[in-house]
């Protein structure tokens, strides 16, 4: 066989190899998916770093076979309108953090899946029908903030035994929220103190809010868990300082923003595992069958530098019990 002719068939062959391989990558089919944010993108970075981590940990690389369309609403009524603006999308699964968010989606759909990763009361709220068996559209996992938040008020009280006034910040527009304060007000009664609900709705009320507390002469605070006050983490730890109010703040990035302490599950971590509810309908299942998940470990995270600047001597009795101190 002549040089060029042997040239001519191993293109020949190299075209003939390279095609199939070319046409696999035009069928890959690309996912769409919707990610409902409330606050700005910013805040919620970490937040969407764990989802991406979790959907890379399962094959999804953005941008290959899979596109997440980002909506960052700044209010629960931009919340809506841009949930309905998903739908029209006819994005392939709505991903919602928090109750806050899901709840616009269910409004907007009853077609699409629905994924949140902590959702506060899903069966109370009206979510899912039981945690085994969800029904409807949507499914994912949620962190029991009724018993989390007479948790963290005990831990509250404890750290602090001679306060009797104890400051709750909470969300109006959080769905979950009033069943936690029915929760927090019976834990009160029974730990002998005074709860003063103090609402906060956008960032502008946080300063209001410490000053109320102040006069009612509260001797520390606990942030029931809401997304405003996880946008707001570092207003959040600088009023406390201002103001001299030891908190119970909802996760472990308020306490690392200069919080004082919380006791919480990891929400990093629930969401990156809420991935693992995305593949799954993906390839398939259908969100109904699809049980909510709740954590099975808590975390009890501590700052001492923040401690040590109100001038408060965290007990040995919690410290012992802390599974991360941060100095």
């Not at 709840?103 to 629905?114: H, S, V």
């Not at 993906?282 to 069958?289: E, H, Q, T, V």
């Amino acid at each position: 066989m002549r040089r060029r002719e042997l040239l001519k068939f191993s293109g020949a062959g190299l075209a003939l190899v390279a095609w199939p391989v070319s046409a696999r990558a035009q069928q890959t089919k690309v996912r769409r998916i919707g990610y409902l944010g409330f606050g700005s993108a910013s805040a919620s970075a970490n937040w969407v770093e764990a989802l991406q981590a979790g959907l890379r940990d399962l094959g999804y690389v953005e941008g290959e076979n899979i596109v997440i369309e980002f909506r960052w609403a700044d209010t629960v009524e931009q919340l809506h309108i841009l949930a309905a603006e998903l739908v029209r999308m006819n994005v392939e699964i709505i991903f919602a953090l928090s109750s806050t968010e899901v709840e616009p989606a269910r409004q907007a759909t009853k077609t699409i899946p629905i994924v949140f990763a902590t959702n506060a009361d899903p069966v109370g709220l009206g979510h899912v029908a039981s945690l085994p068996l969800p029904g409807g559209n949507i499914t994912g996992l949620a962190v029991q903030l009724t018993e989390i938040v007479v948790k963290q008020l005990e831990i509250l009280k404890e750290a602090l035994p001679q306060v009797t006034r104890i400051g709750v910040l909470f969300s109006p527009t959080a769905p979950s929220h009033r069943p936690a304060l029915q929760a927090i007000e019976a834990a009160a009664e029974n730990l002998g103190v005074q709860v003063h609900m103090v609402p906060v709705r956008t960032g502008e009320d946080f300063e209001g809010a410490f000053a109320t507390m102040s006069r009612e002469r509260v001797g520390g605070f606990l942030a029931v868990g809401a997304i405003i006050f996880t946008a707001q983490r570092a207003l959040l730890a600088e009023l406390a300082l201002k103001h001299r109010l030891p908190g119970v703040v909802s996760n472990n990035a308020l306490v690392e923003a200069g919080g004082l302490m919380t006791y919480a599950a990891d929400t990093y971590d629930m969401t990156r595992r809420s991935a693992a509810y995305i593949d799954k309908i993906l390839k398939g299942a259908k969100p109904a069958d699809l049980p909510v998940q709740q954590p099975t470990r808590f975390q009890l995270v501590i700052n001492l530098k923040t401690a040590k600047a109100l001038d408060l001597t965290i007990p040995l009795s919690i410290l012992a019990r802390a599974d991360k101190v941060i100095e």
